[in-house]
């Protein structure tokens, strides 16, 4: 599988968007080489705004200019965004201004920068707060469509992006559709859900378990919020137990969000794997996968488990 | 934009009374920050703003931002008494049947940001100033700061931002009394001298008397000629026109605690009850 870089799709759809949409700013705080706003600013010098290293009068500022009816984009690294929940609360959200958060750097693929830079708790506060959307592309082809989406929102949305390039799993036509889920792989004896990166290394996973005889089933749960919550039932009820795969905690993200929705809805047993209740570690991104217990290996392990207790329950 | 023959004075006068008729009826709220800024935004509203009642949606119109969103009462009774919405709707001010939250919100009509947790409103008025510009509309943001608000680091950051991008279109207006919560401002964090403090960040300041009509309008158009952010210090009272409320800290965020006193505040604001 070929690989290609997110931050870098995004730092040129952005050109492409703003060549004939006129109300498309940018903004974004002294990283706009790594985020790839740096694209926009040389395009378009008098709609790209640098705010220095200002996270709070970044944000505010996007408000005003989301209130005044331009569509600002706004770019930073996922940890530094975090530093603003209360001006992203007040002034983005209870505004309802629509500012396109697009943060590069989450999770742990930030890899040798170490704990301080990777966040992993960024989508479940993003996706706590009233009004927001939130959204973890799987690959390059994912968030050029996701881009092209922002242009046309009115309400505040929160994108992450990663600093590594992510295998492509889309097909060029893919098209992203807020609120809904891809399932990328159909499969009846059970189910793997997961965003980000964690979509390629599922499918990984689910092609090594077909050897073993095992059908798996695997959604992209790009869509973080709205959720799609009749996919997650249907995978319920077609194939009873469901395995997450994130890269963030598991404590408020996706497998939170999963084993919320069967509980209220149609209890399965729902095995998560993510980061658990602790920072990361300095290290080469793809080690830390394995460090942490969220690589292919872990969520084959944690399907052997899955199909182990169906059988368990199977007997008369 | 009608032109308006009003006297300032009876203006203020008339939403001073309403902010205490409010906070007494609400059993809570801040009057003392409000009354300190029932001035300033008398002759913003009443005088210097390009704003329409009937139109307030005109995207050419001047923007102005209550950043010290807790002197939300000033705000909503200017905005009744300017014909916004019903003055009669101020009686449901932070009751639950009402539109009139605590704190500023944008669900209220001639609202433009909602605000209530300090800091925030310089940096949109940044965004708003900057919109101004890029869709070569030109109009003015009006940015209401509190003294004690001048600790949080986003409205420094914002002046920063300010003096980048030489937003002569953007006023802010410190509404300096001198008072926060917890006490006087220069014991729980002193500004050592603030005036050459914002001026070493590269904005056009002026300093008035907060209470002055004239100077307050005048500074207004002084910063009309500037070619750089204009930053108003306008000293003021806290509780101004209610003797037991002036540049007393407890009238921070309480109301009246008897009949008595609110009775003897609204006899000094001119309305025998």
């Avoid at chain 1, 002034?91 to 693929?109: D, E, K, L, Q």
């Avoid at chain 2, 939403?15 to 007494?24: D, H, K, L, P, S």
């Avoid at chain 2, 390009?50 to 010290?68: M, T």
């Avoid at chain 2, 002084?222 to 003021?236: C, G, L, M, V, Y």
């Amino acid at each position: 599988m070929k690989s290609e870089s997110l931050r870098d799709v995004y730092g040129k759809e952005l050109v492409k968007l703003g060549s004939f949409d006129r109300d498309i700013v940018v903004l974004d705080a002294d990283l706009s080489s790594s985020t790839k706003t740096g694209y926009f600013a040389n395009a378009f010098p008098d709609r790209f705004f640098n705010m220095g290293i200002s996270e709070q009068s970044m944000v505010t500022t996007a408000a005003g200019l989301a209130l005044s009816g331009k569509k600002p984009f706004v770019s930073t690294f996922a940890i530094f965004l975090t530093r603003t929940y209360e001006q992203i609360r007040q002034s983005v959200c209870y505004n309802n201004a629509p500012v396109r958060f697009v943060v590069t750097h989450g999770g742990i693929t930030v890899g040798e920068d170490g704990a301080t830079h990777q966040i992993v708790e960024d989508v479940g506060i993003m996706a706590g707060l009233p009004n927001m959307n939130v959204i973890v592309p799987a690959d390059s082809v994912e968030t050029r469509s996701v881009v092209d989406y922002l242009a046309g929102v009115d309400k505040p949305h929160y994108v992450r992006l990663s600093r590594e390039k992510f295998p492509v799993i889309n097909d060029e036509d893919y098209e992203f559709k807020i609120g809904k889920s891809k399932t990328i792989r159909d499969g009846a004896d059970l189910t793997i859900i997961a965003d980000g990166v964690m979509v390629s290394k599922s499918l990984e996973a689910a092609e090594s378990l077909k050897k073993n005889g095992v059908d798996a089933r695997v959604i992209n749960m790009s869509s973080i919020k709205p959720t799609d919550r009749d996919a997650i039932i249907k995978a319920a009820k077609e194939t009873g137990h469901i395995v997450t795969a994130e890269e963030h905690s598991i404590y408020n993200g996706l497998g939170s969000r999963v084993a919320e929705i069967t509980s209220e809805s149609y209890p399965v047993p729902v095995r998560r794997i993510g980061m658990r209740d602790t920072f990361g570690k300095s290290g080469k991104a793809w080690e830390l996968f394995s460090y942490f217990h969220m690589d292919v290996k872990d969520i084959i392990n944690e399907a052997m488990t899955c199909l182990e207790e169906k059988n368990y329950e199977n007997i008369p | 934009m009608e032109t308006y023959q009003v006297d300032l004075s009876e203006i203020a006068l008339r939403i001073r009374r309403e902010i205490v008729r409010m906070v007494y009826n609400a059993q809570s709220g801040h009057p003392g920050g409000s009354l300190s800024v029932a001035d300033i935004l008398t002759v913003l509203y009443f005088k210097e703003m390009n704003i329409d009642p009937k139109n307030p949606n005109d995207p050419k119109r001047d923007r102005l931002i209550l950043s010290k969103g807790h002197a939300s009462p000033a705000l909503y009774a200017t905005l009744a008494l300017r014909g916004f919405f019903p003055v009669s709707d101020l009686a449901g001010f932070r009751k639950i049947d009402s539109h009139l939250e605590g704190h500023v919100s944008r669900e209220i009509p001639g609202v433009e940001v909602s605000t209530g947790s300090l800091g925030q409103g310089l940096g949109v008025g940044v965004g708003m100033a900057l919109a101004s510009r890029l869709n070569g509309f030109n109009y003015h943001v009006y940015v209401i700061l509190g003294d004690g608000e001048m600790e949080e680091g986003n409205v420094w950051e914002s002046l920063m931002a300010g003096y980048k991008y030489k937003l002569n279109n953007l006023v802010a207006i410190l509404d300096r009394n001198g008072i926060q919560l917890d006490g006087y401002t220069r014991d729980i964090m002193p500004l050592h001298d603030i005036h050459a403090m914002v001026e070493s960040f590269g904005w056009n300041v002026i300093e008035i008397d907060g209470h002055s009509f004239s100077e307050i309008e005048d500074a207004i158009e002084k910063s009309k000629r500037s070619e750089r952010p204009t930053f108003i210090i306008a000293n003021t009272v806290k509780g101004k026109g209610v003797d037991f409320m002036e540049n007393n800290p407890k009238y921070h965020g309480s109301p009246p605690e008897s009949e008595d006193l609110y009775r003897r505040a609204m006899r000094q604001l001119g309305e025998e009850i």
